[in-house]
């Protein structure tokens, strides 16, 4: 009814190849960000701006960025919590250390740093596969948790190995309030977004995906797999270090090597898998599936009256079965439950 | 007719919930007899198979309307492994082989079911050799580095360990050698003679198909648009054109085909 | 039809060995490809076909020989280079890449005329987006070609096995290679279709003067479209000439041909 | 309508620290509802809510966020990732932070750290005290020379705090300081106990939580090391760390945060009779008196001082908003007196905190497991002000140069 | 040379301890290609059934005996592990079948979670024991040859022995047994596995059954060397680089891998660990276990990564 292509003719590949090439989608997307510029700074509660939304919009860049390596190139990886911690610790030194480091040219130079980390230990990836670099990815964790530990001048000598910034300023504008730090954030994780987007429509983004389908096909028809796999490693731990930067600084404002421990990774491979493997929006999805989840089991269990123990043993439960009801009904993440959706409407109200 | 063995009732298969793929075959498989399902690519005789052999789910696809019967049983609710328990097994389309097991473990594994003895199994085993030699030779290679005609030989001869009544064969000629497709349904003549396997084979390469076999069904579109013994469709006019390649009496040559599309019409 | 020059040798195996532990797949196996010809390779299940164009592409190294293309001498090269010299092919056991789109796949082929670089796809403004729209039009045109327009967007995951096969064509194709591997291009078709294929290949070789390498099963189609053709049995060349010749060699008839044909 | 002072209560019920959690979060709870059981403070009835955080920093934050809005009192994390994280929060929310006997060392000094209280003893005390102890033990502290003493700790900055305290009484003292950091959780520490059996040092310091307590000790065992020379910090001297270990731990020494297992304590008493008597204890009897569960009602109790003292400047019977609280906590003077008449004679000296000195009291004892229970084993120890002093105002001032803050002058005190 | 005798015996014998758990994951990795991160949980799960039911076993039965207890522990829990196979195989797996390798993967991530709130719930999250007698006092070897001898952990030594003896067990299984053979079909393709007939449920209630059992030993030796609560699941961790050195797929390769493992991480962190400040080892294990398989990325006794066109 509302939703159909009927009538709407391409006259250029210019016009198909739009990041939304529907127009219903261009809306509604639009509608979207609009309203999450205009109205949210407005109608959203500081609880609701600290707790939920900003998390929320940090774990979506850094799922965006672990989507670009497992969900477009096909390379799992469990060390994700690391390379966000590279970001962190990284822009902190840029900040401290230069005098009059813009912050965000600190938190880029952050996701530089570990973009170089994650094309590091993205090198193995050249000669080993599947689950074993899962698990070798690891190594990336647990080195980056001891080294941040370990090696004091990461941490300007802080006794205890956790670190602090000081005010955030863009340009001047002093972000304080949670709505600041919200409209902030949105406003790079949006870019990054688009450029996410850009990237995985574009050839190199083919590139990922033809590794992961296939990489002997990739090959032969001239994709060179260290280009390809370093580049979305590199790619990969770049926003991922922003993100991670953004954690911390804007988030946490003081944090500790625990802060990116192996939990992390494995909540961001969770997002990216329950949200849609190769697929940007579906790093959407699944961060707020993941952030929001286990707060709203949380309170409503708290609600019903039951302990603290008990309600957190329950959302447990609940929050692991419900991981499993999703994986079954659909397996490839929310995302492709949102593209049958649109499929569904597309024929509406004709069953097929 | 009293010794129907399958016996499919207008189904209904979709896909992902939003594919409708099948929509509405009704097909019967005499016991004893072979039956070739023919049809163009995507035509939906693969999914026909999958449906018979209840392996939709794996490929997240269901039966969302008629009903299958075997011997009279509805066997819409069974799992692949009980299909098996009843003599019912599937060569899936693009073999399939254990990529890490060697040939010979791959054949065996086809035994699993088998409850009457090891002797009887090797025997089988030898059966299988006899069939396709060229398996002996590779026995002990994994699947995965032998080449694509060797896999085909080695998913049949699979199927076959399990001593079944009835086969499921999907495109067993894609990839072999001529006279291996010869032999193969050779085979299939030969189990159906001596030993009264019922086979209901997907196949592309409609001449052969239909010389091997006793009916025949054809399925465009997810629909049976034709059916009948196999020597009636073979002197069918539009099957000679369209699935035989002899529009006009003689076989035209690949070379000057220039392609005229009536086929779309008659489907229509 | 007009008549096709056939040209020089382009593409010259020499004394080719390729084992694995074991198993010889390929013994001593020397042939030429000369320019726009279609040039088959049949022999029976396992003789090393695949394994043949494999080592022209690269894929796999080959013990003992050497291949030259356009004169220059390899013993072994990487895929990559193979593929910028200009040699595509499809695979026997379909090799797409089956997340991706139609469209996704056959862009893919473009993928070595694509020179713009990261930071510019990030942005995709001017440059990067010019060359997509460019290329797309070229894959567009592949698409046309093959008939496959209804699928554009559909991930050929999803698609019938004959259909997936003109994607690997059409990928192959955009790489527009001055070789063309084909590894069973037909298998699992219909007479029907296997026309249609057998008028693509035709269509290439007249109109873009693409030589051809073909391996096919089906001997009508070979000994109707092919110019020479090579006969592998157990890794070993027993025939090598036109159709009309290896059809009546003694030893094609009896390690591949058997009687019937 | 009635008054309600609202008590925030983060706790870790459940995951891996939940055995150690779980006590003190029982004592926290018992204390409050005690609290209210006696009327209130000057009438105000208390209120609260647990969120449980699962030691995870993020999950704590959000604890914060959502209990904040509730109009919370004063804060007490019981991690020390999670009052990282609050510390940078907390001034903008003008909440305090109470880290008694936790988080960082230098949050003593409350000219820069407004906010947060180590109300106690901060973990540079906790050294000093069993230093002090080993020293008295060899008859000296200058005895301790070409003395070595290995410290054995949790990777985490929990674990670190200790170690410039620790090094800068090594360069006063000269005895040899070994470092053996044991990654979390801590489940696996052969190699590290390997070392202490090849190096033998005199003395062994164990700066662990949770399950690392308990595998330390059981390693010690397995390589010999007497536990008699082993000294555990107060989060590794309470009943779950050696309960397991049974009579393998007997021996092992902690230091206390003043206070011990006081099972016949005059406190415990009263909430046996007033809060379990009545049927409305949070956890088993038996635990009422052990060491973690009086860490919980101590930290309680200070929480609901730090209100009353705060109701003495700004009204009777009122409800006190987080910065009220604030200035209570800041002016904190628990004298014996009314120390005894809250039950805790003989569990914990005085406090008393000005504006400058935000822990209030740097005593502590040592206590020793005897394979049932843990009984006290020294005299009152006290870490030495001259060598802390300065080393928390040097840290203070970095963290202050690095935040870019200002010392908090004498108007600022008077808020 | 006596500590470092002492410091590669250690190694070996935490190495056996990883194995333990090792096996769990390969068990259930060769028969359905699901790498099961849930395998920590079910050895916390197994371990907090067993305690737990020990120690409320003398209630129901009224004799003190700590055998009997330790009996009826035992049994009880492997009985709850088989009740868990099933519910796993029916609820989850079933639905799964023909999915990727990742997919799966997280499903035994929400396995997780579900078993510890599940765990807890039931059997409550304070520390629990289980003794089952095993000593506690090192041993002494070579005093005459070195100062002090060489200190062996008696505990470590039982159960590494036990640790052997079940894998030695569950390696014949899967070498002379013909459903060995159906497992290794099922991981490699579940559909042609069912098209011909393997019951593919069936098959993962025995394997997780199996791996149940396999937790439960390992929890009870792990338990009663570390007492019974949450830290257990994570033990698991430590197994993960045992099991890429020594391949997914082999029985044997945990056993290998987790000796190299032990012994690599313990050298390390004594020997290396102090230069850098200590504290190398978990990170050790990984770049170790990285080093080898970039020499073979199936590590050692992996099965060859197949990649044909
Ligand atoms: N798993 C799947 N998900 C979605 N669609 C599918 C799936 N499998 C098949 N289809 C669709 O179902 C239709 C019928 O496919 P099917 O494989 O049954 O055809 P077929 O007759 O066997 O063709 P071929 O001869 O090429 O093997 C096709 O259009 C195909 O795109
Ligand atoms: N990577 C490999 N490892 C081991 N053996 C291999 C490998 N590749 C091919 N072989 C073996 O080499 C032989 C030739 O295989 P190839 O795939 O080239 O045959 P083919 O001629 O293409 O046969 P078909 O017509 O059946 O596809 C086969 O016996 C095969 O088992
Ligand atoms: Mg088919
Ligand atoms: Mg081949």
Redesign the pocket.
């Given at each position: 009814m509302l939703y159909r292509e009927n009538g709407q003719f391409k006259t250029s590949y210019r016009a198909d190849q739009q990041i939304f090439p529907i127009a219903q989608d261009k809306a509604v997307i639009g509608a979207l960000v609009a309203f999450a510029f205009l109205a949210v700074p407005f109608l959203a509660s500081e609880y609701l701006f600290r707790a939920i939304l900003i998390p929320f919009l940090i774990l979506s860049l850094a799922a965006i960025g672990l989507n670009i390596l497992v969900g477009y190139c096909g390379q799992i990886s469990l060390g994700t919590g690391g390379f966000m911690a590279v970001g962190a610790y990284a822009a902190y030194n840029f900040m401290i250390r230069i005098d009059g480091m813009p912050m965000l040219l600190a938190i880029i130079m952050g996701g530089l740093c570990a973009t170089v980390v994650g094309v590091l230990f993205g090198i193995p990836s050249l000669r080993i596969r599947g689950l074993y670099l899962a698990v070798a990815t690891l190594a990336a964790q647990f080195f980056t948790d001891w080294a941040f530990l370990r090696i004091k001048w990461f941490t300007n000598d802080s006794a205890s190995g956790s670190v602090s910034v000081a005010e955030l300023n863009l340009l001047g504008w002093v972000i304080d309030s949670p709505t600041e730090k919200y409209l902030f954030c949105l406003g790079f994780v949006v870019v990054c977004a688009w450029l996410a987007k850009n990237l995985v429509r574009s050839h190199i983004g083919r590139e990922w995906m033809a590794m992961r389908d296939m990489d002997v096909a990739a090959a032969v028809i001239g994709i060179r797999p260290v280009y390809a796999k370093l580049t979305a490693f590199a790619v990969s731990s770049f926003f991922v270090g922003m993100a991670g930067a953004l954690w911390g600084f804007v988030y946490l404002g003081s944090w500790e090597p625990a802060a990116f421990n192996i939990n992390r990774s494995f909540d961001l491979l969770f997002m990216v898998i329950i949200g849609g493997l190769g697929s940007i929006m579906g790093s959407f999805f699944g961060a707020a599936f993941i952030v929001v989840l286990p707060i709203v089991l949380d309170n409503l269990t708290v609600m019903v009256g039951l302990s603290t123990a008990t309600a957190s043993h329950l959302t447990y439960m609940i929050f692991g079965a419900l991981i499993v009801f999703f994986l079954i009904v659909e397996p490839h993440g929310l995302a492709r439950l949102w593209s049958t959706a649109k499929e569904k409407l597309r024929l509406w109200p004709f069953p097929h | 007719m009293s010794n129907i063995l399958l016996n499919v009732n207008g189904i209904e298969v979709i896909?992902?919930h939003v594919?409708l793929?099948l929509k509405g075959v009704s097909l019967q498989v005499p016991e004893g007899q072979v039956v070739a399902l023919l049809?163009?690519?995507?035509?939906?005789?693969?999914?026909?198979l999958?449906a018979v052999s209840n392996l939709l789910a794996g490929?997240?696809?269901e039966v969302t309307k008629g009903s299958i019967e075997l011997r009279g049983e509805r066997i819409e609710k069974l799992s692949p492994a009980q299909m098996v328990d009843r003599g019912v097994i599937q060569v899936m389309?693009g073999r399939h082989c254990f990529a890490h097991l060697t040939i010979e473990e791959n054949l065996m594994t086809g035994a699993y079911t088998r409850q009457d003895g090891k002797a009887a199994v090797a025997q089988t085993l030898e059966k299988v050799y006899a069939y396709f030699p060229r398996l002996k030779t590779r026995r002990t290679s994994q699947a995965a580095y032998t080449s694509g005609g060797e896999q085909q030989m080695c998913a049949i001869g699979r199927a076959l360990m399990a001593n079944p009544k009835m086969v499921l064969l999907?495109?067993p000629s894609m990839g072999l050698a001529p006279q291996i497709v010869e032999e193969v349904f050779e085979i299939v003549k030969d189990l159906n003679t001596k030993e009264k396997v019922t086979f209901l084979l997907?196949e592309?390469n409609t001449n052969i198909a239909l010389r091997y076999a006793d009916y025949g069904y054809i399925?465009e579109n997810?629909r049976v648009v034709m059916d009948g013994e196999a020597k009636a469709l073979r002197e069918n006019e539009d099957v000679k054109e369209f699935y035989l390649g002899m529009g006009g009496g003689d076989r035209k040559s690949f070379k000057d085909v220039k392609s005229y599309k009536r086929r779309k019409r008659w489907l229509a | 039809m007009a008549e096709r020059k056939i040209g020089d040798v382009i593409l010259d195996v020499q004394n080719i060995s390729l084992r694995f532990g074991g198993v010889k797949a390929l013994t001593d196996i020397s042939f030429n490809v000369r320019e726009h010809e279609i040039r088959a390779i049949i022999g029976p299940n396992g003789a090393g076909k695949s394994s043949m164009l494999n080592c022209i592409n690269g894929v796999y190294t080959p013990q003992e020989g050497k291949i030259t293309f356009r004169g220059q001498t390899f013993s072994h090269m990487n895929s990559r280079q193979v593929a910028e010299m200009g040699v595509a092919r499809t695979f026997q056991n379909l090799a797409l890449f089956k997340g991706m789109s139609v469209i996704d796949n056959i862009m893919s082929g473009r993928n070595l005329k694509m020179k713009t670089n990261l930071f510019q796809q990030a942005i995709r403004w001017g440059a990067a987006e010019r060359e997509e729209s460019e290329h797309r039009a070229f894959v567009e045109r592949i698409i046309d070609f093959l008939e496959i327009q209804a699928w554009r967007k559909?991930p050929v995951?999803?698609?019938?096995?004959?259909?997936q096969k003109r994607v690997d064509l059409g990928r192959a194709l955009a790489m527009e290679p001055q070789v063309l591997l084909l590894d069973e291009p037909m298998a699992?078709?219909n007479v029907e279709e296997k026309q249609d294929m057998s008028r693509f290949i035709l269509d290439v070789n007249d109109e873009f003067g693409t030589t051809i390498v073909l391996i096919e099963h089906d001997m009508g189609v070979v000994m109707d479209i092919s110019d020479r053709v090579v006969v592998l049995d157990y890794g070993k060349k027993i025939g090598d000439g036109t159709p009309s010749e290896v059809r009546s060699n003694e030893d094609v008839i009896r390690a591949y041909l058997g009687t019937s044909h | 309508q009635a008054k309600e002072q609202f008590f925030p209560v983060l706790v870790y019920r459940t995951g891996a620290y939940a055995p150690n959690g779980v006590p003190w979060a029982n004592g926290y709870v018992d204390y409050l509802k005690y609290t209210n059981a006696k009327g209130g403070i000057n009438g105000v009835k208390i209120t609260y809510e647990e969120c449980e955080t699962g030691y995870a920093t993020d999950k704590g934050v959000e604890c914060y966020e959502r209990l904040k809005g509730k109009g919370a009192t004063v804060f007490q994390p019981l991690s020390t990732g999670i009052t990282f994280a609050l510390t940078e929060k907390a001034p903008a929310d003008k909440i305090p932070l109470i880290t008694a006997g936790y988080g960082r060392s230098e949050s003593a000094d409350g000219n820069v750290f407004k906010w947060n209280f180590p109300l106690l003893g901060t973990y540079w005390v906790a050294a000093d005290a069993i230093l002090q102890h080993i020293g008295k033990a060899n008859g000296g502290l200058d005895k301790l020379k070409g003395k070595k003493i290995a410290l054995v700790y949790h990777d985490s900055p929990y674990g670190k705090e200790p170690i410039p305290l620790l090094q800068e009484r090594a360069k006063m003292l000269g005895y040899e300081l070994q470092l053996l950091p044991v990654t979390a959780p801590g489940v696996e520490q052969k190699a590290t106990w390997l070392q202490v059996r090849q190096s033998r040092p005199d003395y062994v310091l164990l700066w662990g939580w949770g399950v690392m307590n308990s595998a330390a000790l059981k390693e010690a065992v397995a390589t010999g090391y007497p536990r008699e020379k082993m000294y555990g910090v107060w989060w590794a001297g309470a009943e779950p760390d050696v309960k397991d270990v049974g009579e393998g731990a007997k021996g092992y020494n902690a230091v206390t945060m003043q206070h011990g297992a006081e099972p016949q304590s005059k406190i415990v008493q009263d909430i046996l009779k007033e809060v379990h008597g009545k049927g409305q204890g949070t956890g088993p009897k038996e635990e009422v008196g052990q060491v973690l569960y009086m860490r919980g009602m101590v930290h309680a109790m200070l929480a609901v001082e730090g209100v009353r003292r705060a109701q003495e400047r700004f009204g009777k019977g009122k409800v006190m908003s987080g910065d009220q609280t604030r200035w209570g906590l800041e002016n904190l003077a628990l004298d014996q007196k009314k120390l005894d008449a809250l039950g805790f004679a003989g569990v914990l000296r005085p406090i008393s905190t000005s504006c400058a000195d935000h822990m209030g009291a740097n005593w502590a004892r040592m206590h020793t497991w005897d394979g049932k229970a843990w009984k006290f084993s020294s005299d009152w120890l006290q870490a030495d002000e001259q060598v802390l002093k300065p080393m928390v105002k040097q840290a203070a001032d970095k963290y202050a140069a690095e935040k870019k803050i200002s010392r908090r002058d004498a108007a600022d005190c008077q808020s | 040379m006596g500590f470092f005798l002492e410091t590669f015996i250690g190694g070996l014998m935490a190495g056996m301890l990883y194995s333990l758990i090792a096996l769990g994951f390969v068990l259930i990795f060769k028969a359905s290609g699901v790498f099961n991160f849930a395998q920590g949980a079910m050895v916390l799960f197994a371990a907090l059934a067993m305690a737990r039911f020990s120690e409320w076993a003398p209630g129901w039965t009224g004799s003190d005996s700590k055998l009997l207890a330790n009996i009826i522990g035992f049994v009880l829990a492997m009985a709850c592990m088989v009740a868990l196979a099933w519910v796993i195989e029916r609820f989850v797996l079933g639905k799964l079948v023909n999915q990727e390798g990742i997919t799966l993967l997280m499903a035994t991530l929400g396995i997780t979670y579900f078993l510890d709130g599940f765990g807890q719930t039931v059997f409550g999250s304070d520390i629990y024991k289980i003794d089952v007698g095993m000593p506690k006092d090192p041993m002494f070897l070579f005093e005459s040859t070195f100062q002090g001898g060489v200190l062996v952990s008696q505990e470590d030594l039982f159960a590494a022995v036990i640790a052997a003896a079940l894998v030695a067990v569950l390696a014949a299984f899967f070498q002379y047994t013909s459903t060995g053979r159906a497992l290794r079909a099922v991981a490699d393709d579940h559909q042609a596995a069912q098209s011909i007939g393997i019951p593919l449920n069936r098959i993962w209630v025995i394997v997780w059954s199996v791996a149940g059992f396999s937790a439960l030993v390992a929890g009870m030796i792990w338990g009663s060397k570390l007492g019974v609560q949450f830290s257990l699941s994570q033990v698991a961790l430590k197994a993960l680089p045992v099991v890429i050195l020594g391949g997914l797929t082999s029985v044997p390769g945990a056993i290998i891998g987790g000796l190299l493992i032990g012994v690599g991480e313990k050298l390390s962190e004594v020997y290396i660990g102090p230069m850098l400040g200590g504290g190398i080892e978990i990170w050790f294990a990984y770049v170790m276990a990285l080093g080898f398989l970039l020499v073979r990325p199936q590590g050692l006794f992996g099965e060859k990564i197949i990649d044909r066109v």
């Open positions: - | 896909y992902n594919i793929v049809g163009g690519n995507g035509a939906g005789k693969t999914t026909t999958r490929e997240r696809g389309e999907d495109e997907a592309q399925l997810g | 559909t995951g999803r698609l019938p096995y004959g259909l699992g078709m | - | -």
